[in-house]
């Protein structure tokens, strides 16, 4: 076979004018000095970034939620970073923000599975536009982690990639009912806006107490919108209750807090997990204390006290609620899975499908998985056929306003009685 005059002289002449003894040590000079280069010309190539899309509302009528259950997601990833990540790889978060708009919320949900190969979704604090992402999720299969998006149906029956982080309204409103009982409430009255958490959680509510034999006296709903609501408070007032239930959402409960005052009602008042948010808090102001909440953090947990003091130092003052919680928890369980042999051979094969699939499969594993929620026995249960892993015993305590609203403080329940 001939070679071309052209290769010929492309061909590099490591042997000529070389000595015997002289020649190979120059060889291996230039090929040492060849091998530096190539190394700084070429350097070894990072393992990519493992994504993780944190979709929620962080404008819109639910900007609180999302805003710190996404604080909470970051706490964890950077503290995984910061340990080195995990399997060689860095953990990268995109975000988006719904706005508590449904449609967007599903679009940025495509946009993470399709485009941006995200390993999972965490995110979904009002009720809408969570349940928005569960059909996203289900085409696509990617596994999502939902926060604290309360209505019941999201996850019974299970989707197959959808998991819940949160309480179900069903829970809240045992453990209201629990509370009554045990105080010797026997006429409650409800009010609720006509969102999705309002009436879901008022239904749930009169359910569980009609198993109890407590029957609610009256109940109203009223548009999240309205400005005036005192016809139907007024209703409730003349109903004589012995205690006020109320499932809102941060603006307009206020004002059912605001125009009860104003109406003097004085019934004890139970308010939803929205009255956790500092927004309903601060509009409502004085109106606001004596309230009860149930909260599913327990603030005398010394774990719960220590992400509280590094959480309050990189995000400001934050009373001790589930909203960031609930946001880190699922992302310690996420960076737990990931860590799986399976997950971590098919991210390191660049099989994000199999990896998905292998999150998922891990994620039904998470049997026993210890948390920030609950008291300090508690623990998320999942499995196969249970994808909501909040259990029913022993994860609500009850806290109260106080200080105008500024501060929730454990309550002295001997004096929450029927007048």
Known sequence: MKTSRCATRLRPNLTSNLTPKSGWTKVAGLLAVASVAAAITFPARAADPILICSIDDRSGAAADTGTQGYQGVMMAVDE???AGGIGGHQLKVIAYDGKTDPQLTATFASRCAEDDKGLVIIGGNPSAPAAAMIPVATENKIPYYMLSAGTDTLTDPPATYNFRFGPANRQDAAAIADLLAQQGFKRPAIINNSLPFGTDGA???TAVLKKKNIMVVAQQTYDVNATDLSPQLTNLRDAKPDVLLVFPYPADGARVLRTAHQLNITAPIIVSRSALLDT?????????????????????RPDVQKFFTAFNARFGPHQPTLYPVIGYDAAKAALQVIATPAVLKAIDAGNIEEARKAFRDGTEKLTQFKGLQGEQNASYHFGPQQHHGSPDQNWYVFILVAGNGTRLVKPDLSKFKPL
């Open 80 to 82: 995984a970073n910061a």
């Open 203 to 205: 239904r749930a509510t």
């Open 280 to 300: 309903m808090r601060k509009l409502a102001g004085p109106a606001s204390d004596g309230v009860l909440i149930p909260n599913t953090v327990d603030p005398s």
